[in-house]
């Protein structure tokens, strides 16, 4: 049971790697396995379709993000205006990785799996929710402890910085630039200003 755990693991592993440096569809089974160096006809045994495994990839990461969003927004030493710059302070780093294993899956993913899969397509919107739901929270908290002027509506500005910032992030990979995230991270600035 432990080997196929760690075999699955490392399909999943390989899997990541591949998938943000070629995206979903780019990644085909037989270069999947091979990479992976697990034989090929064993692909079955662990996932029921590509995109079973598409989901259990998308599954991984919404784990590990939700341990980011923990440490971010979250943080139960700082205040609310500091975990929200921490935030997407850290997704501008991220997405200016040079390996693009560092970005956003939801980035990476969000337009291409949108009209191919379902349940991926669920996962991504799940993610989101529960992204939204954590940066309005904070937003609420910086109102309430006064380091951000209290918004009209906390759950419609979360969702508007994330929009912004999905956009910025996608205009900043076909363009090669970190401008749109910076212009991201001051207009931010200005839409959340100290009292």
């Keep these: 049971m432990e080997q196929q755990n760690d ?3 490392q399909i999943l ?3 990541r790697r591949l998938t943000a440096q070629q995206g979903y569809t780019g ?3 037989s270069s999947l396995l091979k990479e992976a160096g697990v034989p090929k006809g064993s692909f079955y045994h662990y996932f029921a ?3 079973a495994y598409g989901c259990a990839l998308l ?3 919404m784990t590990e993000y939700g341990t980011r969003l923990n440490a971010s927004l979250a943080h139960p030493d700082m205040d609310a205006r500091s975990r929200v710059f921490t935030y997407f302070e850290r997704w501008r780093t991220k997405q200016l990785s040079p390996d693009p294993v560092n970005r956003c899956l939801v980035v990476k993913l969000s337009a291409e799996v949108a009209d191919l899969s379902a349940d991926m397509s669920i996962l991504l919107q799940k993610l989101v929710s529960d992204i939204l739901t954590h940066l309005a929270r904070t937003l609420e908290q910086g109102a309430d402890d006064g380091t951000i002027v209290p918004l009209e509506d906390a759950a419609a ?5 994330y929009h912004m910032w999905l956009g910025a992030s996608l205009v900043a990979s076909i363009s090669h630039s970190d401008a749109p995230l910076n212009s991201a991270m001051d207009a931010t600035r200005a839409l959340l200003p100290a009292p």
């Design 13 to 15: 592993t390989t899997g």
């Design 59 to 61: 599954e991984e990461f």
């Design 7 to 9: 075999t699955r693991s």
């Design 157 to 161: 500005s979360a969702e508007m910085l």
């Design 49 to 51: 379709s590509k995109e």
């Design 27 to 29: 990644v085909g089974l």
